[in-house]
């Protein structure tokens, strides 16, 4: 059974810091490219960031360019989201997905999504 579980999540204010990390288990995560993917309050679901299977190729929503950094360690079939400078444009909650396919890159269909972990961004 595949499994996502995020964490780090929570509030912080603006101009701070956050790392996201998602756990993964039930599948060969070193053969799936995977994202990171928000969802404002009110809003549709907007994909933050992509990284291929092996970490080498990644990829940025313009919103987040510059300031977030996605990578991963395959080892510990864990996938990460450094967040720095953040502005209160990015309280979502934050979900890691799944790629459907294995070794795919930029078609951006994804199977499996965690829970979600909040990000609130507020002085």
């Known amino acids: 059974e595949v499994q996502l579980v995020e964490s780090g999540g929570g509030l912080v204010q603006p101009g701070g810091s956050l790392r996201l990390s998602c756990a993964a288990s039930g599948f060969t995560f070193s053969t799936y490219a995977m994202s990171w993917v928000r969802q404002a309050p009110g809003k549709g679901l907007e994909r933050v960031s992509t990284i291929s299977n092996s970490g080498l190729r990644t990829n940025y929503a313009d919103s987040v360019k510059g300031r977030f950094t996605i990578s991963r360690d395959n080892r510990k079939n864990t996938l990460y989201l450094q967040m720095n400078t953040l502005t209160p444009k990015d309280t979502a909650v934050y979900y890691c997905?799944?790629?459907?396919?294995?070794?795919?890159?930029?078609?951006?269909?994804?199977?499996?999504w965690g829970q979600g972990t909040q990000v609130t961004v507020s002085s």
């Open positions: 997905a799944k790629y459907s396919n294995p070794y795919n890159y930029g078609t951006y269909e994804h199977d499996y």
